[in-house]
């Protein structure tokens, strides 16, 4: 399968845990981008990363969360202390070129955090 | 702020007819615009995009219109099949300097059905 790959697709945490959402991108690309979707809305840009580089995280809230692309390995996004609000869809996507110019971007699956 | 709209939350449409979903948007530095159907509990699937210096882009059974001057936008689904019962999600970027295209704001969302 050479599509973005998100796991996991389900993820139920308490109030306070942490939790760890990952995304493989696309083979071939190496643009990776975090969106979230709350619960009758549209998607969100959250942040857009290159490997081992954060290239613009414009979108993400100031505390609590982090993003990271590591040289090796699948871009993680980690939200610490969960509180219910950060219940959502969050999506990852990947595309081949970069932010300076057109780019057709491809999603995943899509982890579904549920916070109790 | 809501920079890309899609104000109709809803459309049903006859198998065989043409599906016409609409989104507007105001920020004129937006040069770059996509379309994504989305079913429940999977990621958005993209469809086909335009760039600023078209007017049309056909694939298939899909067009997307752009008419810059009213900013607004357009997919045509023609002829529209019950399998196209999505969620469509029209997206923007644009040359609002550095790697901006990298961020893509996204509409509301505009539920299809279609009838057999």
């Known amino acids: 399968n050479a599509g973005v790959m998100q796991n996991p697709r389900h993820l139920v945490r308490r109030r306070g845990q942490e939790a760890r959402l990952r995304c493989s991108p696309m083979?071939?690309?190496?643009?990776v981008y975090w969106y979230r979707q709350l619960p009758e809305e549209g998607l969100k840009f959250m942040v857009y990363?290159?490997?081992?580089?954060?290239?613009?995280e414009s979108g993400m809230p100031k505390e609590r969360f982090s993003a990271e692309f590591p040289k090796e390995g699948p871009s993680i996004l980690r939200i610490q202390q969960v509180v219910r609000g950060d219940s959502a869809a969050y999506f990852c996507a990947s595309s081949r070129g970069g932010g300076i110019t057109y780019n057709e971007q491809f999603f995943g699956p899509g982890t579904r955090l549920t916070v109790l | 702020d809501q920079q890309v709209k899609q104000n109709s939350p809803s459309l049903s449409v006859q198998e065989g007819r043409i599906s016409i979903l609409n989104c507007d948007y105001t920020n004129s530095m937006f040069d770059y615009f996509l379309w994504y159907k989305k079913y429940p509990a999977e990621g958005p699937t993209f469809l086909i995009s335009i760039s600023s210096i078209k007017d049309k882009n056909e694939d298939g059974r899909f067009t997307v219109f752009l008419n810059k001057s009213a900013k607004h936008l357009s997919l045509h689904i023609v002829p529209s099949q019950p399998g196209d019962s999505a969620v469509y999600f029209c997206?923007?970027?644009?040359?609002?300097?550095?790697?901006?295209?990298?961020?893509?704001?996204f509409g509301q969302g505009t539920i299809l059905t279609v009838h057999p």
């Open positions: 997206a923007a970027s644009g040359n609002l300097g550095g790697t901006s295209y990298g961020k893509l704001t």
């Open positions: 083979k071939g690309h190496s643009h």
């Open positions: 990363l290159q490997k081992e580089n954060i290239i613009d």
